[in-house]
């Protein structure tokens, strides 16, 4: 019988995806990822070397797979309002994407793995929020890249900081009346100023 070699990497990508997301990269071990993929420790150092490119790994798939489900075309305000709900929506249906940023700002103090295609994407992000801005779609009080870390805040507080919405407001961050505040919240910091 033939080794299922990809079978066996995407057994040891989604066992090590479930320990980074519970321990983070220092605190997983590769002996309880192996154990949970079903394979040898020797296997997975083979196929992806350490914890640190084992994270990286993950956290990249991560990371294009959320860029992907929740594309960002902000000509207009209400395109930016929609994007902040499906960016909510994302948060809250994929969670470990959130968990596997948050390990990764307490493992990496300067640059982290893949930095530069992430910025590229950011980048990206922002020239089409000053596209808007140039067209008078958007406003232009914040700088595009201000205006754009603000509305990734705005979409990400509830999934980082689940507990401090509820303390404040009595009720989960997965319910709507949050997500409407916070989708009505992009539009009304997107909204240019009428003079």
């Not at 000053?130 to 805040?153: I, K, S």
């Not at 949050?178 to 009304?188: K, L």
């Amino acid at each position: 019988m033939a080794w299922d070699v990809e079978g066996t990497k995407r057994k040891i990508i989604d066992a090590a995806t479930v320990e980074f997301v519970a321990h983070g990269q220092h605190g997983a071990t590769i002996e309880r990822i192996a154990r949970r993929a079903g394979v040898n420790k020797e296997r997975v150092y083979n196929y992806y070397g350490g914890k640190a490119e084992l994270f990286a790994l993950v956290l990249r798939d991560k990371v294009a797979r959320g860029a992907g489900a929740v594309p960002f075309r902000p000509s207009g305000v209400e395109e930016v309002a929609e994007f902040e709900g499906r960016l909510i929506d994302y948060n809250r249906e994929h969670p470990e994407l959130i968990r596997l940023l948050m390990w990764e700002a307490l493992a990496y103090t300067e640059t982290v793995p893949d930095e530069d295609k992430r910025v590229a994407m950011y980048r990206q992000r922002t020239g089409e929020l000053e596209a808007g801005q140039r067209a008078a779609a958007l406003t232009d009080e914040l700088d595009a890249d201000m205006l754009h870390v603000m509305l990734l805040a705005l979409a990400g507080y509830g999934a980082l900081l689940p507990h401090v919405v509820r303390m404040i407001t009595g009720h989960d961050a997965s319910e709507d009346r949050y997500r409407g505040a916070v989708i009505e919240g992009a539009r009304r910091l997107a909204t240019p100023t009428r003079r």
